[in-house]
């Protein structure tokens, strides 16, 4: 069972770091990073699930922090909804990371994939849908249906992860009906929250790799900070596009992942 760095060859840091680069970037920009870097993971010799698991949180991280820093200096979004929903999602992380611990993640995969694929035909069918901020819900009801959202993504970012960012995304568009420049900005900070709640689990168990986790967080920070900056210069449009494209993907992979276990 592997502890850290000393045991790992130097071409799979490589590939580790290269992987947290390209997630972090993915992950600013539209959510799903967790599609690059949980694989990744998963293939550093003698890991086990829930320790790759839990240090590609702390990996996260990192990536979510600095998109979330950056897309707030730059968009600038309402706090009042974004800050109870982190609170309400971090606790719903922590809820789904003791659920990981304990029950294979195949039980959900399927209800995952049927939702991701009713996401991307939503999306691409309405072409309109994420180009300007036209909120659904007034007053009270607004903030009620924001801790909803947290509280079902949340617990699902700490049992599973990967798409997570997406899921908030689509939510806050649709259920919401913010823009998906705003959205992407919020979904940073509830995400920075929902990988802090798993974390809370995680560590105190020590499923944690904490050099790798650190190699991880590094590689993920410039990916998050490169992202957030070109997703606010490029816009609506380029974040749905991409947006569409890590559905997709990750759709195959989910897909993929149910079939293998049919298999086994």
Known sequence: MVSGLESIQLGTVILIVVAGLAAGWVDAVV??????????MLLVPGISPVQ????NKMGSIFGTTTSAVTYYGRVRPDLRTALPMAVIAMAGSYGGAVLAANLPASVFKPIIVAALVAVALFTAFRPSVGELTKLRHEGHRHYVVACLIGAVIGFYDGLIGPGTGSFLIIALVSAMGYAFLEASA????????????????????GAVLWGLGLVLGMANMAGGYLGARTAVKQGNKFIRIVFLAVVGALIVKLGSDIWQDSLA
């Open 186 to 205: 919020k979904a940073k900070i509830v995400n920075m929250a929902t990988n802090a709640g798993a974390l809370l689990f995680f560590v105190p168990h």
């Open 31 to 40: 959510g799903g990073g967790g599609l690059i870097q949980l694989p990744a």
């Open 52 to 55: 790759a698991l839990a240090t």
